[in-house]
């Protein structure tokens, strides 16, 4: 599967109670990283991408396709913007074995659409061993796994991560980058992921968006952060 000359662009106001946001982002193929300090608006922004949230105002547009445009009423229900979320909490399901977990995934892709299997999925991700567990007798790598293979079992257009290692210790986290990288190699995924954990990204992402107070406050190509891009607070 390849994601192709995929562009996201994103032009939105929306204020909750503790968190107003006025972004705008354009993003293409590859891993686009979102940082900044807790309450910046970086999941929020999520959100909207995803279709949970629909924005006060602006609009969200993937590879052509208007997902949301609140001047024409249009707002794209989640289900069928075709869009990947992984977060920190696997949100697996505890009754289900690890492939059952992954077949769930496909009852939200049409048919005509599917273009990766369970057991492609479980290949990529070294997941075969553990098709008939369940998540309780999985490690927290191993589950945030299992979500990110899910996700791909949709067969997105755009993968959406919010910390999805945050709850994983150092050492399980070191397992699972080689496993995004794989992705980005083999299905040219249009990625965008948010971390405050720069050396996560560092090297893999084509941009490093910096959101602060709800705004972007800077954009620089992946490759060229340096350690002083780190300063601050980078949590949430």
């Known amino acids: 599967m390849s994601a192709g000359a995929v562009s996201l662009d994103v032009a939105v106001r ?3 109670e503790r968190i107003a946001i006025d972004v705008r982002l354009a993003a293409g193929s590859g891993l686009t990283a979102i940082v900044g300090p807790s309450g910046a608006g970086k999941t929020t922004l999520l959100h909207v991408i995803a279709g949970l949230i ?31 979320y992984v977060t920190q909490d696997s949100r697996l399901f505890p009754h289900l074995t690890v492939r059952q977990n992954l077949a769930y995934g496909r009852w939200f892709t049409a048919p005509e659409r599917r273009r990766l ?15 008939a567990r ?20 949709t067969s997105p257009r755009l993968l959406l991560l919010d910390e999805p ?15 995004l990288d794989r992705l980005r190699q083999e299905l040219a995924l249009p990625t965008i992921y948010v971390t405050h954990t720069l050396d996560e990204v560092r090297a893999r992402a084509e941009s490093i968006v910096t959101l602060g107070d709800g705004r972007v406050v800077d954009v620089t190509p992946g490759g060229a952060v340096q350690s002083r891009a780190a300063a601050g607070p980078q949590v949430g």
Request: glycine letters at 12%; a positive charge.
């Open 165 to 179: 290692l945050a709850a994983v210790d150092v050492g399980r986290r070191q397992e699972i980058l080689p496993y």
């Open 117 to 131: 299997g369970v057991d492609a999925v479980a290949d990529m991700l070294d997941l075969g061993a553990f098709l």
């Open 134 to 153: 369940r998540p309780a007798r999985l490690s927290g790598g191993e589950r945030q796994r299992v979500a990110l293979g899910r996700a791909l079992v």
């Open 14 to 16: 929306h204020r909750l």
């Open 54 to 84: 629909v924005p006060d105002e602006g609009t969200v547009v993937l590879d052509g396709d208007v997902l949301v445009d609140r001047a024409r009423g249009v707002a794209v229900p989640p289900d069928r913007r075709r869009i990947g």
